[in-house]
């Protein structure tokens, strides 16, 4: 029996990628949310459950990457969520909500572009012609 491929080879390296970051990025936040906190100025309960959350996200995009091919309803939904998670950061950079500080705030739209990056990635992954 032969192992089924992806037909979308960039869509599943975008998504390997997407996971392992969510991943790192959620332990980040959970291990470190105090220090973070203290340097940004964002709250550490926010930081923690954010890193917290990020994990059933990292999982959900792990599976996805695993199914071959990725389903696009399943990938829909994570460009639908990164595009939620980038609308909150930038929202809450810039909002009197939480008041992060110029680093806080650095922090923020910092990672919010990383996430943009993985959202054009994976939309042009989905796009791309099916090699034959």
């Known amino acids: 029996m032969q192992a089924q491929t992806n037909p979308h080879p960039p869509l599943s390296r975008v998504l390997l990628l997407d996971a392992v970051t969510c991943a790192a990025m959620g332990l980040l936040l959970v291990a470190l949310a105090g220090t973070i906190a203290a340097i940004t100025a964002i709250p550490e309960p926010l930081l923690w459950w954010a890193g917290a ?9 792990f599976i996805t990457w695993r199914i071959r091919p990725s389903p696009y309803g399943m990938v829909a ?9 980038t609308l909150a950061s930038v929202i809450l950079a810039f909002s009197s909500i939480i008041q992060p ?5 650095g922090f923020l739209l910092g ?13 042009r992954a989905l796009r791309a012609p099916i090699p034959a």
């Open 111 to 123: 990672q919010a572009l990383v996430v943009i990056g993985f959202i054009i990635a994976e939309i």
């Open 53 to 61: 959350l990020l994990f059933p996200v990292a999982l959900l995009i």
């Open 101 to 105: 500080n110029m680093l806080g705030t």
């Open 77 to 85: 939904f994570i460009i639908v969520g990164n595009i939620g998670w």
